[in-house]
Every structure is written in structure tokens, then in C-alpha cells.
């Protein structure tokens, strides 16, 4: 093996309107290499009507060679040069054909919105008020489906059904424990310091069992599961998505409203309200633990709940844990099935359905409470 | 034949998912240079050898060897080191859908080459000319049909100049002409490259027109069957079923089946 040379190349003008290019040395990795920025300003001072590319003094040679053939080719086929490359090697001649066999695709500009549209309020409101129309889209065919349903006619699977009651109740057991015992416990320790200062340290029951109750329990166990299933639900149907597996869905007749989301979104709506009684009792529990640090006796915290419990409160978390349900099986299963295609895609339609699903609850529990203080329940 | 040296060489490979065997005592050697294609029917684990080539699955019984290293008991960083001499295309793709077919391309160029920028950019320009993408290097994988996908994964494999090229299934989905240049495209790379190909492939057309050795895998047995070039198979081999998927399959419609 000869010892490598630097590639080089030698514009030089020939008979007529022809000129010669000559290539030589090693045009392989490892070589410093050859730009063809560098020729084409020669090429354009030339302007020649054939272009004869000489490779005799041609050494070691690899896709660098064949990157800058295929520069050289467009170029020429761009200003209607002849290329002649008949003394190059066979094999470059022929990979240099298959390279150029597909003229390369020109991709179709699209206008992009400059920084001032983008900025624009207007926009940035219709792009809102757009998203809550496909929301409300969303949810009417949802409704159809749950329709459907109750009549008898749908395309939902139980056994799809059980396997995500499973999936988002059971196996959240330990999360949603951690939690809502944690919380009992703040919220003890909060009300504690400023009940102190009044000598009614035993009113942190009562703060404990009506704030788990109407309010902590339930939103705790919904953010809980909206950052757990409706991310699942999401990263599940984004998946389908990726793979065709909705697309399949859709041409064997199956609307996969009732296929896919009105089971996961039944499962939810079964499983969230359960948990949050679950939340609740754990709540109060954590409570007691802190009140028992304070010197209140268990019987006195148990008789102070006795007083301060009533059917009310539990309902008022009830209904809000199924109002809490919907919304995130909805932002999981609609982040989802709108997804794009690939994992990118798919990354952001879990992101979405968490960040929409929380902005659904802290809004949704903003209003209901509204609403109960002006109906005073 | 270009010379019977043996680059790959399979000893005794049993392959197995756990205790299900799919297919075992397997024997044979590819040549340097060779474009070799493993056959046989749908699911009889043409994949799964593919597979155990690469080292993604260990074999259950036996060796792979390479150029009579043996790859099956060489460590991490051995492996690494001859995986780089390698080109793949999986079955299924595998392009990163999170990247734009140019980016998916230089990925292994700004691994394992010190290219510049301005390079990369004009490697990747003509690797996807190669397959007859140019100008596609904006675009997602998602933003493309499923046979330039398939065009885009061959193209990031060569994107190396690799030694060995691996391949399943690539000219599955394409059409005729594409599927011809495909095939065209993989002759010259070995000529220019002096590289070697092992492929899975069901098109009779490939199968006959490039492929100078062959192994056939059968599902009933569990075992190799037949192994050589496949346009002698077709015509001499002892094995009906062998003949049977040569012949019969090639007087019928070939694109049917695949
Ligand atoms: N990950 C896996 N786990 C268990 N079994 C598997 C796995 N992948 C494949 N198999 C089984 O191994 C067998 C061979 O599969 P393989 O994918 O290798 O088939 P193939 O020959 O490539 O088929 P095709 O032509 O359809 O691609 C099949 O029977 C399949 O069920
Ligand atoms: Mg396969």
C-alpha cells in the first residue's frame, strides 16, 4: 500500500466549451477533505458546457469521493452541464447511476407564522377556543358511546373493562396510601398551630375529617391518578396510534370511542371514587397520629369526628371524585388518540393529558366549590 | 464466489425463546463477499437467526463466529468494536421516529467518523440519494411512506461503509422498480465495498438475481435443510419442500406471498 495522499482535484480547460476536472490522491476518511464550495465558484468563472471528470491519478477512494461526484452532478444537472465521468472506476460510475437514478425531491415550502402572528393574541385565543371545541366534540361522542352502552349496542369489551378497573385501582393501592396519609397529617399540623393559640386543639379533627372528606382526598387521589393512568391512557392509545392499531380498529367497523375509551373511562369512574373513600379514612388516620402527638386521646379525636362527620361532606367528595374521574380519562384517552405518529409524538401526548388533566381538575374543583358555597351544601 | 474464505461462521447454534426451540443444529458459513439469504417459511425464526447473528439474542447451544473470532464469547467492548464494521436494517424498521430521515442517517456518522458538519451533511445527501431519497432529509419517518422507510433504514445501515451488511427483509413493501434497484443498490455497495450481505428475503426475484448462497430453514423439522446456491437448490436440491418454495413460487405470482 502506497502511503496516503492528501485528494485533490485541477480544473482545466479544454477544446471547445469542455473542461476537464481532475481528481487525485486518496479520497477517503482520514484525508483532509475537499469542499465543493470551493470548485464552484471555479466551475461558474469557466461556465463550460461538458465537464469531463478524470480519475487516473485516483487512489484509495469512499463515500467522500461519491458525496462530492453527487454535488458535482447536481450542480451540473442544475446549469445543464454534460457530465461525463467515463474514466472514473466502475464501480463509482455505477454507484454514482443508482445514486442519481431518483432526481432529488424539492420540498414544498410551507409558511411558517412569523414571530408577530405567533405572538398574536387573537390566535392564541382561536387556537384556545378551537381546542375547546374538539374538547366538547370529544366529549358528545363519548356520550354517544356511553349511549350506545345503555342500549345494548356497543362494541365494549368487559373483560377490557375489568382489566383496567385492575389497573388503575388495586395498583395504586401504595401510592394513593402514602399520600393520603401524609396529607391527614398536614393538614393536622396546620390546623394544630393556629387552633393552639385559641386552646381548641380539638377542633383539628373537625379540620381533618372535613377537609379529607370535601376536599384533600379527593383532589390528592384525582392528581395522583391523573399523573398515573391518564398518562397510561394516553402513552397507550398514542402507541396504537404509532403502530395503525386504531386505523385498524376503525376499518373493522369498530368506533374506537366504544372499543377503547368507554371502558377506560368507566374504569375510572368506578375506581376513583372508591379510592378516594379509601383516601379519606387514611386522611383521618394520618390525622390521628398528629392529634395523638398533641395529647388528644384516641377517644377524644374518635367522639370529636362522630360530631363533625355527616353524610354531606362525603357525598360533596364523592360527586367531585366522579366529575374528577371523567375529566382525566378524557384529557388521557383524547391526548392519546390524537396523537402523531412516533415516540416523540407519543412523549407528548403523556405530557399533554397530565398537564391538561390538571388544569381540567384545579379548574372543575375551583367551580364545583363555587357552586356548593352558593348552594350552601 | 469471490474466495472461500469463511467471514461468518455458524457451529452448532441452537435457538431457543426459553424452552420453546425454534430451530437448532445449525451449520454453516458464510463467504467473504457472499450475498447470502436465509429462507424458509413465515415464522420458522429467519429473524431470530438474523438475531443471534447480531449478538441481540444469545444462541442456546454453539458459536458465531467472525472471521474465526468467536463472537459469541467475546465481551462487551469486543463486540462493540465488531458491530461497528456492521450495517442493519431490522424487519420492522427501526428508524428513530423522533428524528428527521437526515439526522436518523448522520446519527452513526457523528458516532463513529470525525467528519465535519458540512461533510455529514453531504455523506448523508448522498447515502439518500442512494436509495433514491434526495431531498428528503426534513422529513420524519412518520411523514413517509412505509417503503422509503424501509429505503431510509438501508440507508442508514451503508451510512459506514460497513463490512457486513444485515438485512431483513428490505425490499418487502417496495415496489417492483424500487425493489430492483434495491437490489441493484445492494450488488454495487459489496462490489465497491468488498462487503459481505446476509439478508431474509421471500422475493424470488432478489433471491435468484443477486444471492450466490443460501441457507433454507424449515419450521417442521426445527433444523437447517438445504444450504447453497439457490439457483442449484431450485433444480437439484433432495429436498421437495425446498424445491417446492423455489420453483413453485417463482412460476406463480411472487409478490403475492411476501
Ligand atoms: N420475542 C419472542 N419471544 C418468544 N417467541 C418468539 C419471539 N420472537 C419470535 N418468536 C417465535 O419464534 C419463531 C420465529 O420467529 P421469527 O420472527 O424468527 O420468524 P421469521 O422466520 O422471521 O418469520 P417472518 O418471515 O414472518 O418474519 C416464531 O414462531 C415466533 O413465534
Ligand atoms: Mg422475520
Same mark, same amino acid.
Given at each position: 500500500?502506497?502511503?496516503?495522499?492528501?485528494?485533490?482535484?485541477?480544473?482545466?480547460?479544454?477544446?471547445?466549451?469542455?473542461?476537464?476536472?481532475?481528481?487525485?490522491?486518496?479520497?477517503?476518511?482520514?484525508?483532509?477533505?475537499?469542499?465543493?464550495?470551493?470548485?464552484?465558484?471555479?466551475?461558474?468563472?469557466?461556465?463550460?458546457?461538458?465537464?469531463?471528470?478524470?480519475? !487516473?491519478?485516483?487512489?484509495?477512494? !469512499?463515500?467522500?469521493?461519491?458525496?462530492?461526484?453527487?454535488?458535482?452532478?447536481?450542480?451540473?444537472?442544475?446549469?445543464?452541464?454534460?457530465?461525463?465521468?467515463?474514466?472514473?472506476?466502475?464501480?463509482?460510475?455505477?454507484?454514482?447511476?443508482?445514486?442519481?437514478?431518483?432526481?432529488?425531491?424539492?420540498?414544498?415550502?410551507?409558511?411558517?407564522?412569523?414571530?408577530?402572528?405567533?405572538?398574536?393574541?387573537?390566535?392564541?385565543?382561536?387556537?384556545?377556543?378551537? !381546542?375547546?371545541?374538539?374538547?366538547?366534540?370529544?366529549?358528545? !361522542?363519548?356520550?354517544?358511546?356511553?349511549?350506545?352502552?345503555?342500549?345494548?349496542?356497543?362494541?365494549?369489551?368487559?373483560?377490557?373493562?375489568?382489566?383496567?378497573?385492575?389497573?388503575?385501582?388495586?395498583?395504586?393501592?401504595?401510592?394513593?396510601?402514602?399520600?393520603?396519609?401524609?396529607?391527614?397529617?398536614?393538614?393536622?399540623?396546620?390546623?394544630?398551630?393556629?387552633?393552639?393559640?385559641?386552646?381548641?386543639?380539638?377542633?383539628?379533627?373537625?379540620?381533618?375529617?372535613?377537609?379529607?372528606?370535601?376536599?384533600?382526598?379527593?383532589?390528592?387521589?384525582?392528581?395522583?391518578?391523573?399523573?398515573?393512568?391518564?398518562?397510561?391512557?394516553?402513552?397507550?392509545?398514542?402507541?396504537?396510534?404509532?403502530?395503525?392499531?386504531?386505523?385498524?380498529?376503525?376499518?373493522?367497523?369498530?368506533?374506537?370511542?366504544?372499543?377503547?375509551?368507554?371502558?377506560?373511562?368507566?374504569?375510572?369512574?368506578?375506581?376513583?371514587?372508591?379510592?378516594?373513600?379509601?383516601?379519606?379514612?387514611?386522611?383521618?388516620?394520618?390525622?390521628?397520629?398528629?392529634?395523638?402527638?398533641?395529647?388528644?386521646?384516641?377517644?377524644?379525636?374518635?367522639?370529636?369526628?362522630?360530631?363533625?362527620?355527616?353524610?354531606?361532606?362525603?357525598?360533596?367528595?364523592?360527586?367531585?371524585?366522579?366529575?374528577?374521574?371523567?375529566?382525566?380519562?378524557?384529557?388521557?384517552?383524547?391526548?392519546?388518540?390524537?396523537?402523531?405518529?412516533?415516540?416523540?409524538?407519543?412523549?407528548?401526548?403523556?405530557?399533554?393529558?397530565?398537564?391538561?388533566?390538571?388544569?381540567?381538575?384545579?379548574?372543575?374543583?375551583?367551580?364545583?366549590?363555587?357552586?356548593?358555597?352558593?348552594?350552601?351544601? | 464466489?469471490?474466495?472461500?474464505?469463511?467471514?461468518?461462521?455458524?457451529?452448532?447454534?441452537?435457538?431457543?425463546?426459553?424452552?420453546?426451540?425454534?430451530?437448532?443444529?445449525?451449520?454453516?458459513?458464510?463467504?467473504?463477499?457472499?450475498?447470502?439469504?436465509?429462507?424458509?417459511?413465515?415464522?420458522?425464526?429467519?429473524?431470530?437467526?438474523?438475531?443471534?447473528?447480531?449478538?441481540?439474542?444469545?444462541?442456546?447451544?454453539?458459536?458465531?463466529?467472525?472471521?474465526?473470532?468467536?463472537?459469541?464469547?467475546?465481551?462487551?467492548?469486543?463486540?462493540?468494536?465488531?458491530?461497528?464494521?456492521?450495517?442493519?436494517?431490522?424487519?420492522?424498521?427501526?428508524?428513530?421516529?423522533?428524528?428527521?430521515?437526515?439526522?436518523?442517517?448522520?446519527?452513526?456518522?457523528?458516532?463513529?467518523?470525525?467528519?465535519?458538519?458540512?461533510?455529514?451533511?453531504?455523506?448523508?445527501?448522498?447515502?439518500?440519494?442512494?436509495?433514491?431519497?434526495?431531498?428528503?432529509?426534513?422529513?420524519?419517518?412518520?411523514?413517509?411512506?412505509?417503503?422509503?422507510?424501509?429505503?431510509?433504514?438501508?440507508?442508514?445501515?451503508?451510512?459506514?461503509?460497513?463490512?457486513?451488511?444485515?438485512?431483513?427483509?428490505?425490499?418487502?413493501?417496495?415496489?417492483?422498480?424500487?425493489?430492483?434497484?434495491?437490489?441493484?443498490?445492494?450488488?454495487?455497495?459489496?462490489?465497491?465495498?468488498?462487503?459481505?450481505?446476509?439478508?431474509?428475503?421471500?422475493?424470488?426475484?432478489?433471491?435468484?438475481?443477486?444471492?450466490?448462497?443460501?441457507?433454507?430453514?424449515?419450521?417442521?423439522?426445527?433444523?437447517?435443510?438445504?444450504?447453497?446456491?439457490?439457483?442449484?437448490?431450485?433444480?437439484?436440491?433432495?429436498?421437495?419442500?425446498?424445491?417446492?418454495?423455489?420453483?413453485?413460487?417463482?412460476?406463480?405470482?411472487?409478490?403475492?406471498?411476501?
Amino acid at each position: 500500500m502506497s502511503p496516503p495522499q492528501a485528494p485533490a482535484y485541477q480544473l482545466s480547460d479544454g477544446p471547445g466549451q469542455s473542461a476537464t476536472l481532475s481528481l487525485s490522491g486518496d479520497w477517503a476518511q482520514g484525508q483532509e477533505p475537499v469542499d465543493f464550495r470551493d470548485l464552484r465558484p471555479e466551475l461558474v468563472a469557466l461556465a463550460p458546457r461538458q465537464l469531463l471528470v478524470d480519475g !487516473d491519478a485516483l487512489g484509495r477512494w !469512499d463515500s467522500l469521493l461519491m458525496a462530492f461526484l453527487l454535488q458535482c452532478h447536481n450542480y451540473c444537472r442544475a446549469e445543464g452541464i454534460e457530465l461525463d465521468v467515463s474514466p472514473l472506476p466502475e464501480s463509482a460510475r455505477q454507484l454514482l447511476r443508482v445514486a442519481t437514478t431518483v432526481p432529488p425531491h424539492e420540498r414544498p415550502r410551507e409558511p411558517r407564522p412569523g414571530l408577530l402572528q405567533r405572538l398574536n393574541p387573537l390566535r392564541a385565543a382561536r387556537g384556545a377556543l378551537r !381546542d375547546i371545541a374538539e374538547s366538547m366534540a370529544f366529549l358528545g !361522542d363519548l356520550g354517544i358511546a356511553l349511549l350506545n352502552l345503555c342500549r345494548g349496542r356497543s362494541n365494549t369489551r368487559f373483560t377490557d373493562f375489568r382489566h383496567f378497573c385492575y389497573q388503575s385501582g388495586p395498583d395504586a393501592f401504595a401510592i394513593i396510601s402514602l399520600t393520603s396519609v401524609l396529607v391527614g397529617m398536614i393538614l393536622a399540623y396546620l390546623g394544630a398551630v393556629q387552633l393552639k393559640l385559641f386552646g381548641a386543639e380539638i377542633y383539628v379533627a373537625n379540620l381533618v375529617v372535613i377537609g379529607m372528606l370535601r376536599e384533600m382526598g379527593v383532589l390528592m387521589t384525582a392528581v395522583v391518578m391523573a399523573g398515573r393512568t391518564g398518562a397510561a391512557y394516553a402513552a397507550q392509545l398514542g402507541t396504537m396510534q404509532t403502530n395503525e392499531e386504531i386505523d385498524a380498529i376503525t376499518t373493522m367497523g369498530v368506533s374506537p370511542m366504544e372499543f377503547l375509551v368507554v371502558p377506560r373511562v368507566l374504569a375510572l369512574v368506578i375506581t376513583l371514587p372508591l379510592l378516594t373513600i379509601y383516601a379519606d379514612l387514611l386522611g383521618v388516620l394520618g390525622g390521628a397520629i398528629v392529634a395523638g402527638g398533641m395529647g388528644i386521646t384516641l377517644l377524644q379525636y374518635v367522639s370529636q369526628i362522630e360530631q363533625a362527620i355527616s353524610m354531606t361532606h362525603l357525598l360533596v367528595g364523592l360527586s367531585k371524585s366522579v366529575v374528577f374521574a371523567v375529566l382525566i380519562a378524557i384529557a388521557g384517552c383524547r391526548s392519546g388518540i390524537q396523537s402523531g405518529r412516533g415516540s416523540a409524538a407519543v412523549g407528548n401526548a403523556a405530557t399533554e393529558a397530565v398537564v391538561t388533566a390538571l388544569i381540567y381538575l384545579i379548574v372543575a374543583d375551583a367551580a364545583i366549590n363555587i357552586l356548593f358555597q352558593h348552594l350552601e351544601i | 464466489m469471490a474466495s472461500s474464505e469463511a467471514h461468518i461462521s455458524v457451529r452448532g447454534v441452537t435457538m431457543a425463546y426459553g424452552a420453546r426451540v425454534i430451530q437448532q443444529g445449525l451449520n454453516f458459513d458464510v463467504n467473504r463477499g457472499d450475498i447470502f439469504v436465509i429462507m424458509g417459511g413465515s415464522g420458522c425464526g429467519k429473524s431470530t437467526l438474523l438475531k443471534h447473528m447480531l449478538g441481540l439474542i444469545e444462541p442456546a447451544a454453539g458459536e458465531i463466529l467472525y472471521d474465526g473470532q468467536s463472537f459469541t464469547r467475546a465481551d462487551t467492548a469486543t463486540r462493540d468494536a465488531m458491530r461497528r464494521r456492521w450495517g442493519i436494517t431490522y424487519q420492522s424498521g427501526g428508524l428513530f421516529s423522533a428524528m428527521t430521515l437526515g439526522e436518523n442517517v448522520s446519527l452513526p456518522l457523528q458516532l463513529y467518523t470525525d467528519y465535519s458538519r458540512a461533510e455529514v451533511t453531504e455523506v448523508v445527501a448522498y447515502k439518500l440519494a442512494l436509495v433514491g431519497l434526495g431531498g428528503y432529509e426534513s422529513y420524519y419517518p412518520s411523514e413517509v411512506s412505509g417503503g422509503m422507510r424501509k429505503r431510509a433504514a438501508l440507508s442508514r445501515a451503508i451510512a459506514l461503509d460497513p463490512q457486513i451488511l444485515f438485512f431483513d427483509e428490505p425490499s418487502a413493501g417496495l415496489d417492483p422498480i424500487s425493489s430492483r434497484l434495491l437490489d441493484e443498490l445492494i450488488v454495487q455497495i459489496k462490489e465497491s465495498m468488498g462487503a459481505t450481505v446476509v439478508m431474509v428475503t421471500h422475493e424470488l426475484p432478489s433471491i435468484f438475481g443477486i444471492a450466490t448462497n443460501s441457507v433454507y430453514l424449515d419450521a417442521a423439522s426445527k433444523t437447517m435443510i438445504a444450504c447453497g446456491d439457490p439457483r442449484q437448490l431450485r433444480d437439484h436440491s433432495d429436498q421437495p419442500v425446498v424445491r417446492q418454495f423455489l420453483a413453485r413460487e417463482a412460476a406463480a405470482e411472487p409478490e403475492a406471498e411476501a
